[in-house]
């Protein structure tokens, strides 16, 4: 009997409760730093170290936070669900807290990839990323996330899975950016859709949608206690 399928959507408010910063609230993750500074191909080519240190920064925090009681909870999901968690956190508590199946749209923190080559892609777990690390074929090493304007891979498997999900469960994130927060147009209009997140985020109004107006640690675990029943 195939398990009913659930396709998890993530941003930073589900990590939040682990200590990382999210991007968009009061003092958020950008402070000090303009978006088009640290997250762009534009703001590397002008200041590569700058950009290399905020990852490095990043990059090191992973090493003193740990999966919270949200990211167990989807963990938990998978003893009778078929769960898909399709993340933009680049961070690896999905990972950590045992989920298999986890798509990271924005990139992965612990990789580094080649400046020209986006196919050479390399596990560096915690380390830095420093000026003269090289790719294999001698080009500069940068960090293996998705800068804005750049392309978003992933984006076309990520349709397909969310178009399958018989439940969408939305956790931690303002669905300001795209393309990833136009994932949702793709769920089946029957599927039943929950949004969990302290401030729900401005989304068109549709069936089946269920907001839980709390934080990922307090909503999640409850909803997925009900889920498994
Ligand atoms: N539990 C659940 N949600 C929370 C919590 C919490 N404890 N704390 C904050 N949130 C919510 C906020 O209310 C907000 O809706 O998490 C969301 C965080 O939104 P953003 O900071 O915009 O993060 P995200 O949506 O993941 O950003 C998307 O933008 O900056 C780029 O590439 C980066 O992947 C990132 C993308």
Known sequence: ????????????GISAESGIKTFRDAGGLWEGHDIMEVASPEGFMRNPQLVLDFYNQRRRQLSEVN??????????????????????NVDDLHE???SKKIIHLHGELTKARSSIYPK?????????????????????????????GENVPLMEK????????????IIGTSMQV?????????????????????QIPDIAPRE??????????????????????
């Open 96 to 98: 950590r807290s045992g």
């Open 158 to 169: 990520a349709v397909d899975i969310a178009s399958k999900a018989d439940i969408f469960i």
């Open 120 to 148: 050479l892609v390399y596990e560096i777990g915690v380390k830095d990323i420093h000026i003269g690390d090289t790719c294999e074929k001698g080009f500069q090493l940068r960090p293996f996330i998705v800068w804005f």
């Open 178 to 198: 795209y393309p990833a927060a136009g994932l949702i147009n793709y769920v089946q209009k029957d599927a039943l859709i929950y949004l969990i997140d302290p």
């Open 67 to 88: 999966p919270n009681a949200a990211h167990f909870a989807l963990k938990k999901l998978e003893t009778k669900f078929d769960v898909q968690i399709i993340t933009q």
């Open 208 to 229: 089946n949608l269920h907001c839980i107006q709390k934080s990922a640690v307090e909503g999640l675990p409850n909803l997925v206690d009900e889920l498994l029943e």
């Open 1 to 12: 009997m195939k398990k009913p399928k659930i396709v998890v959507l993530t941003g930073a």
